[in-house]
């Protein structure tokens, strides 16, 4: 019994602390804080719910389509914000009367967002003027190759970088004067090679990509010392002397290639020739999921007619999403920027307006425009609609690395690698892509085939909308440096 007494003077008495704590909260002075909810790329969360216990119960607000939110709350009261898919943060209010939140998901928990790759001056410089030849070159590829042309002015900028070792005389001269380099000496070419291929293999740790180059050499044929160094120290590259001659030699580079790219591109070359005395070959894969913010909802693919530039109709699977992401318009294009991974990589798809074609909008664009494009984007809600596809593409870049005044180069000119008559025969590139609800899987290998030289060859309130249904362009970019792995034009979806 007087243990029973005891506990009912104990629970008496708690009872009567809890009915002052909540007398005393009643008299707290309430006041008004406000403030934006955002994600950790300063978009806009929208409904996300702030929440505070009082006396009579939990009051709560959610924030609107541009992340604000107010609520009433006593003094001293801890904020609790809770939002599905993301990590619930408790702020103590103290005196603040604007508190702005930034919202971790449950992404970044395991993935830290991509650090951008730092570039010296002199290297960013040249990174601009990689991106200006890559739409110069994708223009005069596109007039050669016409429709669903992919392409990877990366890989072909490698492959050209190990040829400029072996160059001189008026051929090394060309080769800078096209690329818009001309004003860097030989280290410094070689080294923006060396850091670009290390920091795009480093950056995203949730992409999938390789960078790989090789040099194959007649296994009777004599190469200078310094050149193999060069290619091993600054590409990376592997050097291996082969016998031409061997019905297997053709297999053993291909097979190498199809290592490199997941067996996606295979059988880069045919048979060797007599007069085949190097082969010089990079091969590039990439494969990496959608950003986690802006994934694709299969139940949302339906088949919807696709437009081609001839007008007739196709019907095509269409993926479908609202989302905020990368936007930018105006009376040219349509732009949008979709992430991958952790934000190191993006796909940027662009539409031609109503009154342009696909062919103006090459013609249209080149690499000052993109970046002036990507500079002013901003990010926006937006209806997005994209074809899936998977397009396989071979072809070569002879004709077109020649219009663009890299013409000696099929005379002669290689006597940093043998003391013998060099020309380059051919440059050919391989190259595969697909895109669907998951992300992107984009591969090429590019060769050119060295010989014995003989003559020489010929507002956010509604979402806007981005419906490519149409012919459209993209490309993928690392963001930070800007720097263009693949470009493609979009003319009939196929998978």
């Known amino acids: 019994m007087e243990k029973k007494i005891l506990l009912l003077i104990v629970a008496i008495a708690v009872v009567c602390m809890m009915i002052t704590d909540l007398q005393a909260q009643e008299t707290d002075a309430m006041r008004t804080v406000s403030g934006v909810v955002t994600d950790s790329f300063g978009e806009p969360l929208r409904g996300v719910s702030i929440a505070v216990k009082t006396v009579k119960g939990i009051t709560g607000v959610a924030s609107d389509l541009y992340g604000k939110y107010t609520i009433n709350v006593p003094e001293n009261a801890i904020l609790q914000f809770s939002f599905i898919g993301f990590t619930t943060q408790k702020i103590a209010i103290e005196n603040k009367q604007i508190i702005n939140i930034t919202m971790a998901d449950e992404f970044s928990k395991e993935f830290q967002l991509a650090r951008p790759i730092k570039l010296t001056a002199k290297q960013s410089e040249r990174a601009e003027a990689d991106n200006n030849f890559a739409f110069r070159i994708f223009k005069e590829v596109s007039k050669q190759e016409g429709e669903n042309l992919f392409f990877s002015p990366l890989s072909l900028n490698m492959t050209l970088g190990m040829l400029y070792n072996g160059a001189s005389g008026k051929t090394r001269n060309e080769i800078v004067e096209t690329l818009g380099i001309a004003d860097f000496s030989e280290t410094e070419i070689n080294e923006y090679f060396q850091k670009i291929s290390q920091a795009l293999l480093e950056v995203d740790p949730t992409t999938n990509i390789a960078i790989a180059n090789s040099i194959w050499y007649r296994n009777n044929f004599s190469v200078k010392n310094q050149f193999v160094e060069m290619g091993k120290e600054y590409f990376d590259a592997e050097v291996r002397a082969l016998n031409f001659n061997s019905s297997s030699a053709a297999d053993t580079i291909n097979n190498w290639c199809a ?102 909008l090459i013609d249209y664009l080149d690499g000052e425009k993109l970046q002036n494009v990507v500079k002013n984007m901003r990010g926006q809600k937006v209806w997005l609609k994209l074809p899936r596809f998977k397009i396989e593409s071979s072809f070569s870049l002879g004709q077109p690395v020649e219009d663009l005044g890299m013409r000696e180069m099929f005379n002669g000119g290689f006597v940093n690698i043998s003391d013998d008559d060099l020309r380059v025969s051919d440059i050919i590139q391989k190259t595969f892509v697909e895109v669907n609800e998951e992300g992107t899987e984009a591969v090429a290998a590019t060769a050119a085939i060295v010989v014995m030289g003989f003559g020489g060859r010929p507002k956010k309130i509604e979402p806007v909308r981005f419906f490519a249904d149409r012919p459209f362009l993209y490309l993928i970019r690392e963001k930070s440096t800007g720097v263009i792995l693949f470009i493609g034009r979009m003319d009939e979806p196929t998978e």
């Open 259 to 360: 290592e490199k790219t997941n067996n996606r591109i295979q059988d880069l070359i045919g048979s060797t020739d007599p007069n085949d005395r190097m082969y010089l070959v990079n091969a590039l894969y990439f494969k990496s999921q959608w950003q986690m913010n802006i994934k694709f909802d299969k139940k949302k693919t339906k088949l919807v007619k696709f437009t081609k530039t001839d007008n007739q109709k196709k019907k095509v699977k269409m993926m479908e999403q609202t989302s905020f992401m990368g936007y930018y318009a105006d009376e040219h294009l349509q732009c949008v920027e979709m992430d991958y991974g952790n934000q190191a990589f993006s796909m940027v798809a662009v539409l031609p307006s109503k009154d342009m074609n696909i062919n103006q």
